[in-house]
């Protein structure tokens, strides 16, 4: 048969069947009402058994769920995979009994081990310098300076007043003065 000319539309009674041929055959009422009543009988079935699934608590993730299970049981127990499991299983074992595999290791755990060690002398180098920084008379000037701001501000919320001090009037050296840095 030509596929050129075949009827493609799947619910058409004439599916499969060359087209030119069809036109002087008619079409008989009978077969056509026995499709429709299987088609009928087909969706009650197929509802019948959606209600079924439904009772016994079946939902179409669950069904996922066990056919992948069930195909990932198929592909583990295939002989191809098993084959590829064992030939990769010696593969692994020849490389890491060989020289250059314990040589590479033995490298890698060497500059781990000298990398730990010198990220370990740069983080005492930093917590040294930091504070000798801390100690310095640069640091201890702007940390009385900070000191002194924060009393007055906690100072004036502690007796009643949520203001900010005001440099003008006070009395007080404003804030305003160059930092000795």
Known sequence: MDSAGQDINLNSPNKGLLS???TDVPVDTGVEE???TLRQVL???????????????????????QNLSRSWHDVQVSSAYVKTSEKLGEWNEKVTQSDLYKKTQE?????????????????SAISRKLG???NSATFKSFEDRVGTIKSKVVGDRENGSDN??????????????????
């Open 43 to 65: 969706a009650a079935k197929e509802r019948h058994c959606g209600e079924l699934k439904r009772r016994l608590g079946l939902s179409t993730l669950g069904e996922l769920k």
């Open 132 to 134: 000798d920084m801390r």
């Open 20 to 22: 030119d041929s069809m």
């Open 34 to 36: 026995e499709i429709v």
């Open 107 to 123: 490298t890698l755990s060497q500059a781990g081990q000298k990398t730990s060690a010198a990220l370990s002398t740069v983080g």
């Open 164 to 181: 900010l001090p005001s440099s003008a009037g006070s009395g007080d050296k404003p804030l305003s003065d160059p930092a000795p840095f």
